[in-house]
């Protein structure tokens, strides 16, 4: 993130160009695209067309597009005029060089405008605004209702940076020496569990080296009472690998890898997300066991539960019969803002479960001990259902009861999958075991897809509520999909200067009422 952007009082000519009106609030975008050559271009309300965001649980980075006037390709031709009434167009590289940065901060409760990107603010922008700094990768002329547009693909930047460089890594290696751009060749060491370091500390050094900053700058960290540095929601895992990169593998190559076969600290040994926050940019690197447990506390909005959506519609005559079964105490409602627009509702099928729903029988040679193992009790898909529970299911109350049906032969492991594993112990084959159903099971499960009113809050790895807006007759439907979803994906897509909709998929894990299921015939 480039910090001349950052924290700093914007003078009232800064601000006004700015400031976009969407549905009755207010709104400070600012986008600059900036390259090594001098250029330096800003985009106003007056030629932006639209802006779209994408955040993915499964992708630790966003990328966005942006769609914008270019009348008689006005953007890159520098317009007439002498001395400082000529204003020079922005030539593209085309190298990767050329960067976008982008702020949107909704500035409704802040008072004075100048100030929204102080210190004073930061705590309000960490949780409402957005900002980061992405690299153009494509850009191509569009016609649209007979005027011209550029529309502008882009990748973050640190994304671009990790996908380009090839820092060798190897588990080994100190920090020190990679920062260094040492190449050292161990020689003390025995066995290659000497020579294996914990995936989240791997991953830690990965970013820190490939986009070559500062600790502080990347994660979020804090000192105890003793001065031991603490890195918060940035976990370093359960297991031990040793890992060597290949000459093909690029810093986010090695990462991604990492990140599917880190196994989680906590008790269930379950799979983690690497993300970047939103206005930040510091990496967290949390298990799917803390978020859930984030998202309902002793009955009532955890810091991952984000707000409760409505649907609005059907009303009962009687309300006397009526019984809400959402009930979660003080989740945030944002009035219009958290009334749905839209939502289609999905139920797992039987033809994606039956590609994904199976026990992994995982196995490999041990080379230290020179011996076969085979792992399958944590990765049954009876011990799945026992798992799914416990972590997905229970952190909603006593009255939720997990959605997991299996299907005919699937719990007497008639259906399996054989798995290899490179490593030699019991914990590096949750990954590739226990893992790996489990988050099949919570992909394929039931979902939502739904548009709501724009919010920069909302985003992946975080949980909303949905429910009815008046009261309702009690049916198996709302029984089963009315309730507390974990998001997938959200979309946020800002058309011109009057609309904002985040388009949401998200799944859920439980249904409110225990709903007998046959789970089919012999």
């Known amino acids: 993130m480039r910090p001349d952007f950052q924290n700093s009082p914007l003078l009232k000519n800064e601000v006004k160009p700015f400031i976009f009106k969407i549905e009755n609030d207010e709104y400070f975008i600012r986008g600059i695209f900036i390259n090594p050559n001098g250029d330096k271009v800003s985009i106003t309300k007056q030629n932006l067309r639209s802006i779209t965001i994408n955040d993915n649980i499964h992708?630790?980075?966003?990328?966005?597009?942006?769609?914008m006037m270019d009348t008689d390709n006005s953007f890159e031709r520098t317009k007439q005029g002498s001395g400082v009434n000529e204003i020079k167009g922005f030539n593209f590289r085309g190298d990767g060089k050329d960067v976008f940065f982008l702020q949107i901060i909704p500035i409704k409760d802040i008072k004075n405008k100048t100030e929204i990107l102080t210190q004073e603010n930061f705590e309000y922008n960490r949780v409402f605004s957005f900002q980061n700094l992405f690299a153009v990768v494509n850009e191509e002329t569009l016609i649209v209702d007979g005027q011209t547009y550029k529309n502008i693909k882009l990748e973050d930047y640190d994304r671009k940076k990790l996908s380009e460089r090839k820092i060798q890594y190897n588990s080994s290696y100190t920090k020190q020496s990679l920062k260094e751009g040492e190449i050292p060749i161990p020689t003390s060491f025995k066995s290659n569990s000497?020579?294996?370091?914990?995936?989240?500390?791997?991953?830690?050094?990965?970013?820190?080296?490939?986009?070559?900053?500062?600790?502080?700058?990347?994660?979020?960290i804090d000192y105890d009472q003793t001065g031991i540095k603490i890195i918060n929601n940035f976990e370093k895992g359960l297991n031990k690998i040793f890992y060597t990169s290949d000459s093909k593998k690029t810093s986010l190559d090695d990462i991604n890898y990492l990140v599917n076969v880190h196994v989680s600290e906590g008790a269930n040994k379950t799979f983690s997300y690497l993300k970047k926050e939103y206005f930040t940019g510091k990496y967290t690197f949390e298990s799917i066991e803390s978020m859930f447990k984030k998202a309902i506390v002793n009955g009532g909005a955890g810091p991952y539960g984000l707000e409760?959506?409505?649907?609005?519609?059907?009303?009962?005559?009687?309300?006397?019969?009526?019984?809400?079964?959402?009930?979660?105490?003080?989740l945030a409602e944002f009035n219009n803002k958290s009334v749905i627009i839209d939502a289609k509702f999905f139920n797992p099928w039987y033809e994606k479960k039956k590609e994904v729903f199976n026990t992994k029988i995982v196995h490999n040679y041990d080379h230290e001990n020179k011996e076969f193992n085979i792992f399958k009790r944590n990765s049954s898909m009876t011990a799945a259902r026992t798992q799914y529970k416990s972590i997905f299911v229970d952190v909603f109350g006593e009255n939720s009861y997990s959605s997991f049906i299996s299907s005919p032969g699937?719990?007497?492991?008639?259906?399996?999958?054989?798995?290899?594993?490179?490593?030699?112990?019991?914990?590096?084959?949750?990954?590739?075991?226990?893992?790996?159903?489990?988050?099949?099971?919570?992909?394929?499960?039931?979902?939502?897809?739904?548009?709501?009113?724009?919010q920069l809050l909302r985003k992946a790895g975080r949980f909303i509520t949905i429910d009815r807006a008046n009261n309702y007759t009690n049916n198996d439907f709302d029984s089963k999909f009315l309730g507390t979803y974990f998001i997938i994906k959200c979309d946020h897509l800002f058309d011109g200067d009057n609309k904002y909709a985040n388009k949401i998929y998200a799944v859920k894990t439980y249904f409110n009422d225990n709903i007998k299921n046959v789970e089919g015939l012999n």
Do not use: C, H, W
Request: hydrophobic share 35%; no cysteine; proline share 2%.
């Open 59 to 67: 992708e630790p980075f966003v990328n966005a597009e942006i769609l």
């Open 194 to 220: 000497e020579r294996s370091s914990y995936t989240g500390e791997s991953i830690y050094d990965i970013l820190t080296v490939g986009l070559k900053k500062s600790e502080k700058d990347l994660f979020n």
């Open 308 to 330: 409760k959506l409505t649907i609005t519609g059907e009303s009962s005559i009687s309300e006397d019969t009526n019984s809400k079964k959402v009930k979660v105490a003080g």
């Open 410 to 454: 699937l719990d007497t492991n008639e259906s399996f999958e054989d798995v290899y594993s490179l490593y030699g112990d019991e914990n590096n084959a949750f990954s590739k075991g226990q893992n790996k159903l489990l988050k099949n099971l919570l992909m394929t499960g039931l979902a939502v897809d739904i548009t709501v009113p724009g």
